[in-house]
C-alpha cells in the first residue's frame, strides 16, 4: 500500500491583500478559486477576513459548529496564531456508509501583524461561530517642521 503524505496549508498574510500592488495581491487577482483548493485537501480551514480602517484591523475567522472554548489566540513576535479544533461529533455505524462533506480536525492559522499594530491591545468576540478579533493601530507619527539655522 502506498504511503499517503498530508500537505499543510501555505501561510497566507491577508494584511499582504491590503497592499494593491503585493504579488500576492496580484496572484489572487489572477486565480479567484485559490481558496477552494485548500478546501477540496479535506482539511478543515476556516476562512478569513481582514479589514482595516482609521483605527485598528478587523480579523473575522469563520468557525461554525465550533465551542469558543476549542479555539486559542496567541501573539508572540508579532505574530497573531487562531488554533483550534472541530469536532466530528457524528456516530459511527458500520452497517451503513455515508458521504460526508464537512472537514473535521485541527487547524492553526498564523498572521503577521504590521508594524503599526497594537498588539498588547487586541480584542476578540465569539458569536454564532464568528470570532471577531479587533487590532487597534498606533498613531502615525506627524510630520514636523524643522528649522533650518
Sequence with gaps: MAEQQTQLPA????FEELD????????RLLDPTW???LARSGAFVPAVDVAEDDKQYSVTVEV????????TLEIQDNVLTIRGEKRSEREEKKEQMRYVERSYGSFSRSFTLPSNAKADQVRAAFKDGVLTIEIPKTEEPKARTISIR
Design 35 to 37: 481558496s477552494r483548493r
Design 64 to 71: 461554525p459548529g465550533i465551542n469558543k472554548n476549542d479555539v
Design 11 to 14: 501561510r497566507v498574510d491577508p
Design 20 to 27: 494593491l500592488w503585493s504579488p500576492f495581491r496580484l496572484t
